[in-house]
């Protein structure tokens, strides 16, 4: 089934956008950004970052990214759970693809299409998510594709 230009626009918006939100992450390796969309709507959103209250550092002294940060996409759902939102039949937007931990999370919140720009090093979550029946699809897009 070929997507309408219309739709392939939007996805270029939408991912700029969740390129723009990763920029509220303090992580230095590596900053996602997420968005959830719902009846073209941004229902939630989300960034890689240390949970409520605590300080914003996400890596240790050596680099490493301390085990108790959240993923964006993690965020972003669990922002759905404290709301009135449904993410059931949603799309998520992520500048970087899900691992398995996350496609866990995602396959659980009901969210039916997944769209990221860059590659993780391993594939299991992509793998899980097609497992699951959720449309996957990498769309790779430039910030300035339209300025």
Known sequence: MEKDSKQI??????????????????????????????????????????????????????????????HAEANAITKIACSNNSSRGATLYVTDAPCIECSKLIIQAGIKRVVYAKKYRLEDGINLLRRANIEVEQLTTDINDEH
């Open 9 to 70: 626009e939007l996805d270029k918006r939408y991912m700029r956008m969740a390129i723009i939100w990763s920029e509220n992450s303090y992580c230095r390796r590596r900053k996602v950004g997420a968005l959830i969309v719902k009846d073209k709507m941004i229902i939630s959103d989300g960034y890689n970052g240390t949970p409520a209250g605590f300080e914003n550092i996400c890596e240790d002294e050596d680099n490493k990214t301390l085990p108790y940060v959240l």
